[in-house]
Antibody, heavy 117, light 108 residues
Framework: EVQLLESGGGLIQPGGSLRLSCVGS????????MSWVRQAPGKGLEWISG????????YYADSVKGRFTISRDNSKNTLYLQMGGLRAEDTAIYYC??????????WGQGTLVTVSS | EIMLTQSPGTLSLSPGERATFSCRAS???????LAWYQQKPGQPPRLLIY???TRATGISDRFSGSGSGTDFTLTISRLDPEDFAVYYC?????????FGQGTKVEIK
């Protein structure tokens, strides 16, 4: 069974940094691209970053470019999102997703990030 | 960036009725890369349809997708109580991948 388990969310002050992790299991992690998609409270979905299966190709939405960094460690079956310069508008549930090509085919349960003083 | 506009915002229907909702792109997607997701409260989204009309594994044949170019449709032939949820479209052929704002299907 495919599972994606996010961790690392929490309450952080504006301007702070946070690193999210996502461990994949039940499939060959290194064979799939991965993404982060977020959802602000009561709002819709926003794709924010993606990474190829090998880790060398990365993609960002303009809203996070220059502030967030996606990476992966295939030896640990783990995806990361390093977030910096956090703002109130970054408050959201952050979902780790497995991609098939560019299709978001499977979602984790999400981890909540709250940016507030 | 391709903007996706879903309509209506909310659909009030009864179990057994047919649901049809729209996703319109701000420019021709130019390929088949349009997907639909279902999200229930407190849960992550679930992939229903990809490549405009292909049902994901385990998805009921009550769900069907259609369209091309800029106009796409998701149809639920007969609503089950479990189908009341929010539905999102997404284009994944152009970067950045973008979602529509969602259509909520509520019990009338």
């Amino acid at each position: 069974e495919v599972q994606l388990l996010e961790s690392g969310g929490g309450l952080i002050q504006p301007g702070g940094s946070l690193r999210l992790s996502c461990v994949g299991s039940g499939y060959t992690f290194s064979s799939y691209g991965m993404s982060w998609v977020r959802q602000a409270p009561g709002k819709g979905l926003e794709w924010i970053s993606g990474i190829g299966a090998g880790g060398s190709d990365t993609y960002y939405a303009d809203s996070v470019k220059g502030r967030f960094t996606i990476s992966r460690d295939n030896s640990k079956n783990t995806l990361y999102l390093q977030m910096g310069g956090l703002r109130a508008e970054d408050t959201a549930i952050y979902y780790c997703t497995r991609d098939s090509g560019w299709l978001t085919s499977f979602w984790g349960q999400g981890t909540l990030v709250t940016v507030s003083s | 960036e391709i903007m996706l506009t879903q309509s209506p915002g909310t659909l009030s229907l009864s179990p057994g009725e047919r649901a049809t909702f729209s996703c319109r792109a701000s420019q021709n997607i130019g390929n088949k890369y349009l997907a639909w997701y279902q999200q229930k409260p407190g849960q992550p989204p679930r992939l229903l349809i990809y490549d405009i009309s292909t049902r994901a594994t385990g998805i009921s044949d009550r769900f069907s997708g259609s369209g091309s170019g800029t106009d796409f449709t998701l149809t639920i032939s007969r609503l089950d109580p479990e189908d009341f949820a929010v539905y999102y479209c997404q284009q994944y052929g152009n970067s950045p991948r973008t979602f529509g704002q969602g259509t909520k299907v509520e019990i009338k």
